[in-house]
């Protein structure tokens, strides 16, 4: 089978866990790689084994016959970057956010939709295979009518004044931070397993740092404490490190979310429990082979992550026996596998499997109502 050649841009922290995503699945070959600085990308084009690399993102995709490309830059690059590949013909899977505005993402969802082309949305927690079982068991009725959800997403990586990242800079990050990055990934958790729709809702958020200690040199995602003291400059900040949201559904039940990058012991913790009128399922990121069952009438329950127990669309997601763990790296596999055979018949199927730019579109609908919530104090109706 002819192999699809694919580039990615942006080889930090989550671009190479593209790459090694993509070397697990047959005939696909990254065969290059762009990022800012050229004596970086050299070295990261080594330390990866990639052949071609750039530090000019135009040049890249005139010279290199690419198939896909993957954008795994900070968020403000990412939509001219989607839209001069897509104007090349080359698909795209995207990094959540999309983009940083609203009318961005819609202009990518329209491109998408004009040209054909494949587009996918990195929303790779939706890839863990109990995350697919949670949503065939909501689909067959087994929660019944959905009565609650509340969902968290915690992490400790900015729990310092001294943790510092492109990600606290409004200028490459957008107006939101904590929920435009890890509550983006929640939010379209909690639509897709549960099958509600947000309507309305009412956010309540705190900067708990209003200043950081800014290193005087560039780090990458999570690399941070290895910085010394006086290589800071203290700088104001100004988007949420914390928020709280109250959710309203489309079937006239309610909800409510909690994002934190400065909570103590939480790494990456993704959080979701659905409370519905025959049982209760809670799953959470760190454990995410495990889906704890929560019965009124009999003894609560644990579902280990076994094919063999799963309904058969959700065993698809699973590569591993029961017992042989999965986590993070599988998710990526999972969803590119989706990807890739849309990309075999080159052209968005008219019902992806995979989350697409209008999911992204969505994400940014629904923080742009959050935010606007929390600037007036009141709630919003999307
Ligand atoms: N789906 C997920 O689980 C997940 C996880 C992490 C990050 N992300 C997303 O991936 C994107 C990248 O995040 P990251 O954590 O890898 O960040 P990172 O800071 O680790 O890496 C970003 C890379 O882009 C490069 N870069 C910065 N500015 C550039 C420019 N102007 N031109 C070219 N290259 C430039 C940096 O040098 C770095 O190598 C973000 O949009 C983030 O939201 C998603």
């Given at each position: 089978m002819k192999k699809l050649k694919v580039g990615i841009?942006?080889?930090?922290?989550?671009?190479?866990?593209?790459?090694?995503?993509?070397?697990?699945?047959?005939?696909?070959?990254?065969?290059?790689?762009?990022?800012?600085?050229?004596?970086?990308?050299k070295a990261k084009a080594k330390q990866l084994g990639v052949s071609n690399y750039f530090d000019d993102y135009q040049q890249m995709l005139d010279s290199e016959p690419l198939d896909c490309i993957h954008i795994c830059t900070p968020n403000n690059l990412h939509y001219q970057q989607t839209k001069e590949a897509m104007e090349r013909g080359i698909h795209v899977v995207c990094e959540k956010p999309l983009a940083t505005t609203?009318?961005?993402?819609?202009?990518?969802?329209?491109l998408a939709s004009a040209t054909g082309l494949v587009n996918a949305v990195h929303f790779n927690i939706r890839y863990y295979p109990m995350v697919r079982q949670m949503k065939l068991m909501r689909e067959k009725g087994e929660l019944g009518a959905i009565y609650s959800i509340i969902g968290s997403y915690l992490q400790d990586w900015l729990f310092y004044n001294t943790d510092y990242n492109w990600r606290l800079e409004p200028e490459q990050s957008g107006e939101s931070r904590a929920l435009a990055d890890i509550g983006s990934h929640l939010l379209d958790l909690l639509e897709h397993v549960s099958g509600c729709d947000i309507t309305a809702?009412?956010?309540?958020?705190?900067?708990?740092?209003?200043?950081?200690?800014?290193?005087?040199?560039?780090?990458?995602?999570?690399?941070?404490?290895?910085?010394?003291?006086?290589?800071?400059?203290?700088?104001?900040?100004?988007t949420e490190d914390y928020a709280s949201v109250l959710l309203r559904f489309d079937n006239g039940n309610k909800g409510v979310i909690t994002?934190?990058?400065?909570?103590?012991?939480?790494?990456?913790?993704?959080?979701?429990?659905?409370?519905?009128?025959?049982?209760?399922?809670?799953?959470t990121s760190e454990s995410p082979n495990e889906l704890w069952m929560g019965e009124r009438d009999q003894a609560n329950g644990v579902l280990l992550r076994d094919p063999s127990l799963f309904h058969p669309e959700a065993a698809k997601l699973v590569s591993y026996p029961g017992g042989h763990n999965e986590g993070f790296p599988d998710t990526s596999k999972q969803l590119f596998k989706e990807v890739y055979a849309a990309i075999r018949q080159g052209m968005q199927p008219e019902k992806p499997t995979y989350p697409t730019f209008e999911d992204g579109?969505?994400?940014?609908?629904?923080?742009?109502?959050?935010?606007k919530s929390a600037k007036q104090q009141r709630w919003i109706e999307l």
């Open positions: 841009a942006g080889v930090g922290f989550i671009g190479p866990a593209h790459l090694e995503a993509l070397r697990r699945l047959p005939d696909i070959e990254v065969i290059a790689i762009f990022n800012r600085g050229a004596e970086k990308v609203i009318q961005e993402a819609k202009d990518l969802v329209n809702v009412m956010a309540d958020m705190n900067t708990v740092h209003k200043t950081r200690k800014k290193p005087l040199k560039p780090i990458e995602t999570y690399s941070g404490k290895m910085l010394q003291p006086d290589d800071y400059q203290d700088v104001e900040i100004n994002v934190s990058q400065v909570a103590a012991g939480r790494k990456n913790r993704l959080s979701l429990e659905i409370a519905g009128s025959n049982k209760t399922i809670g799953w579109l969505r994400e940014l609908i629904l923080n742009e109502a959050i935010l």
